[in-house]
């Protein structure tokens, strides 16, 4: 029996260097083509892969780390990052 639990995300903004919008589009845009496609890991590509987003909408009210950057939608549902086209 397979088990596999995981959650991914790429934080949109914070103090670290590469903590941006651009980036954290093209992962979740990345990301989202290789579910779309049913690709698997590199090393088991013929494997059905379950991702979870890490965040979906911004923790506004989260003030501290980074956490809160991890969000794709704002509460009121509109994308929090202009580079992200899902």
Same mark, same amino acid.
Request: no cysteine.
């Given at each position: 029996m397979?088990v596999?639990?995981?959650?991914?995300g790429?934080?949109s903004s914070?103090?670290?260097?590469?903590?941006?919008?651009?980036l954290a #589009?093209? &992962?979740?845009?990345?990301l989202?083509?290789?579910l779309?496609?049913n690709v698997g890991t =590199?090393?088991?590509?013929?494997?059905?892969v379950e991702?979870?987003?890490?965040t979906?909408?911004?923790?506004d009210?989260n003030?501290? #780390?980074? &956490?809160k950057?991890y969000?794709?939608?704002y509460?009121?549902g509109?994308?929090a990052? =202009?580079y992200?086209?899902?």
């Amino acid at each position: 029996m397979r088990v596999i639990v995981g959650e991914t995300g790429w934080p949109s903004s914070s103090e670290v260097k590469y903590a941006t919008q651009k980036l954290a #589009g093209e &992962y979740i845009y990345n990301l989202a083509e290789r579910l779309k496609n049913n690709v698997g890991t =590199p090393l088991k590509p013929q494997w059905h892969v379950e991702t979870f987003i890490h965040t979906l909408y911004v923790q506004d009210k989260n003030n501290d #780390g980074m &956490y809160k950057w991890y969000g794709m939608f704002y509460p009121n549902g509109s994308p929090a990052n =202009p580079y992200l086209s899902l």
